[in-house]
């Protein structure tokens, strides 16, 4: 009798092992097979496996369903050939990994509500719920407005992109493993206007301002990429909550929130997440001034910083706060991709093109803003993605943008 049973069960596995690998089999969840590193691994292990010691941990990968994209990524790891190395990685930084766990693991979690839609009440509204649920705030309501007017149906997978690391950014130019749904204009960009023939003015300028007023003070006929200050673990923030920080603030006066969902529900199966030392990148967005009726397309880089304040509501796990050199180290490979994204997503070879970033993680996130500037200095004003003069001269202009005092910026900078 047990023996009957044992077998039910083994088959019955088995077959749920091939259902799950049906489902990732042409997954839209493109692996940079030669990119990933062991560093980026452990850390999507990290989110996808519970850690020995976290008590916030369910509430952290699971509010938004982080944890089964996790999943579904190493699921889709599984399923792609000459993935020797990812998989030393992944028993390397988990000695007892477990894939029977993990796909039953998906299972379930592909079948629950995330947290967020339960605390919604949203269960019954399927997917793009937070479009759906009945909402009075100014915010939320003006994004929805926005949203009915251009992207009804949303945006076009090469204007969503996902890029896990600077090396993955890098290499576009050179490596045949990129994602040719979303990286075909990056990649013949990079091909016919190389990056170290590139060598515009630079001009590093600091702006108070709204960054929903900054966008329109850029000079007619130029590409504006926006920094995002996003959360990691949540699309678009404490957006329903009609929250008012930097991310929330674009996602009200743009299009923006459209295209977060379409990353989670087309993208991520799902669930949400930015990677740890990646980020996401949003093709025209569409942003809208009230009181002028006018409209602007810029690009979007999503990113975030380690949340290192008291409540640490992060999704990723920092190095411990008195270790200044590990914070620095990783958030300074995180700018790389930032800065490399833009360089990759440059109309033409990025003379017309205006990047506007700023105090990224310096709010709510207690990251030190004199460390932040320096990081941003350094990377600016140094080679990357094989350029011969400093990637600052990669663009006509730079500005740092914020509502609150730019001095530490200004002092950081003025130093050359």
Request: neutral net charge; aromatic residues 14%.
């Given at each position: 009798?047990?023996?009957?049973?044992?077998?039910?069960?083994?088959?019955?596995?088995?077959?749920?092992?091939?259902?799950?690998?049906?489902?990732?089999?042409?997954?839209?969840?493109?692996?940079?097979?030669?990119?990933?590193?062991k560093s980026d691994i452990c850390s999507i292990i990290s989110i996808a496996l519970p850690p020995k010691e976290d008590h916030n941990w369910i509430q952290r990968?699971?509010?938004?369903?982080?944890?089964?994209?996790?999943?579904?990524?190493?699921?889709?790891?599984?399923?792609?050939?000459?993935?020797?190395?990812?998989?030393?990685?992944?028993?390397?930084?988990?000695?007892?990994?477990?894939?029977?766990?993990?796909?039953?693991?998906?299972?379930?979690?592909?079948?629950?509500?995330?947290?967020?839609?339960?605390q919604n009440q949203a269960e019954d509204l399927g997917d793009y719920w937070q479009l759906k649920i009945p909402t009075n705030s100014l915010g939320p309501l003006?994004?929805?407005?926005?949203?009915?007017?251009?992207?009804?149906?949303?945006?076009?997978?090469?204007?969503?992109?996902?890029?896990?690391?600077?090396?993955?950014?890098?290499?576009?130019?050179?490596?045949?493993?990129?994602?040719?749904?979303?990286?075909?204009?990056?990649?013949?960009?990079?091909?016919?206007?190389?990056?170290?023939?590139?060598?515009?003015?630079?001009?590093?300028?600091?702006?108070?301002?709204?960054?929903?007023?900054?966008?329109?003070?850029?000079?007619?006929?130029?590409?504006?990429?926006?920094?995002?200050?996003?959360?990691?673990?949540?699309?678009?923030?404490?957006?329903?909550?009609n929250a008012m920080t930097q991310e929330e603030v674009i996602l009200y006066n743009s299009d923006g929130y459209r295209a977060l969902l379409d990353l989670k529900?087309?993208?991520?199966?799902?669930?949400?997440?930015?990677?740890?030392?990646?980020?996401?990148?949003?093709?025209?967005?569409?942003?809208?001034?009230?009181?002028?009726?006018?409209?602007?397309?810029?690009?979007?880089?999503?990113?975030?910083?380690?949340?290192?304040?008291?409540?640490?509501?992060?999704?990723?796990?920092?190095?411990?706060?008195?270790?200044?050199?590990?914070?620095?180290?990783?958030?300074?490979?995180?700018?790389?991709?930032?800065?490399?994204?833009?360089?990759?997503?440059?109309?033409?070879?990025?003379?017309?093109?205006?990047?506007?970033?700023?105090?990224?993680?310096?709010?709510?996130?207690?990251?030190?803003?004199?460390?932040?500037?320096?990081?941003?200095?350094?990377?600016?004003?140094?080679?990357?993605?094989?350029?011969?003069?400093?990637?600052?001269?990669?663009?006509?202009?730079?500005?740092?943008?914020?509502?609150?005092?730019?001095?530490?910026?200004?002092?950081?900078?003025?130093?050359?």
């Amino acid at each position: 009798m047990y023996t009957i049973v044992f077998y039910i069960a083994l088959i019955f596995l088995l077959f749920c092992s091939t259902l799950i690998r049906q489902q990732i089999i042409g997954t839209p969840m493109f692996v940079p097979i030669e990119s990933l590193r062991k560093s980026d691994i452990c850390s999507i292990i990290s989110i996808a496996l519970p850690p020995k010691e976290d008590h916030n941990w369910i509430q952290r990968v699971d509010g938004h369903h982080s944890r089964r994209t996790m999943l579904y990524f190493l699921l889709s790891i599984q399923s792609k050939s000459n993935n020797e190395q990812l998989l030393d990685f992944i028993y390397e930084c988990y000695p007892n990994f477990n894939w029977t766990f993990v796909s039953k693991t998906y299972l379930h979690l592909k079948n629950s509500f995330e947290l967020y839609q339960k605390q919604n009440q949203a269960e019954d509204l399927g997917d793009y719920w937070q479009l759906k649920i009945p909402t009075n705030s100014l915010g939320p309501l003006k994004s929805r407005e926005y949203i009915s007017r251009y992207r009804l149906n949303g945006f076009q997978p090469n204007e969503l992109k996902i890029y896990w690391n600077y090396n993955q950014i890098q290499t576009l130019a050179s490596c045949a493993d990129y994602n040719a749904k979303t990286d075909s204009d990056a990649k013949n960009s990079l091909l016919t206007k190389p990056v170290y023939e590139r060598r515009h003015t630079g001009k590093i300028s600091f702006i108070l301002s709204g960054i929903q007023d900054a966008v329109f003070q850029v000079p007619n006929g130029k590409q504006v990429i926006v920094l995002d200050f996003a959360d990691e673990r949540m699309p678009g923030g404490y957006y329903l909550e009609n929250a008012m920080t930097q991310e929330e603030v674009i996602l009200y006066n743009s299009d923006g929130y459209r295209a977060l969902l379409d990353l989670k529900y087309t993208m991520m199966d799902g669930g949400y997440m930015l990677p740890e030392y990646g980020v996401a990148y949003l093709k025209r967005v569409r942003f809208f001034q009230q009181q002028t009726n006018k409209q602007r397309l810029t690009d979007l880089i999503v990113a975030a910083c380690y949340d290192l304040s008291p409540s640490g509501e992060g999704l990723y796990m920092p190095p411990s706060r008195n270790d200044e050199e590990q914070i620095r180290y990783r958030t300074h490979q995180k700018f790389q991709a930032i800065i490399a994204s833009a360089v990759a997503n440059t109309e033409g070879n990025g003379k017309n093109t205006y990047l506007l970033l700023g105090p990224i993680g310096t709010g709510a996130f207690f990251n030190d803003k004199k460390m932040i500037a320096e990081l941003f200095f350094d990377i600016l004003n140094n080679s990357l993605m094989s350029s011969n003069k400093a990637i600052r001269y990669a663009f006509e202009e730079i500005w740092f943008v914020s509502t609150n005092s730019l001095e530490v910026f200004e002092n950081v900078f003025g130093k050359h």
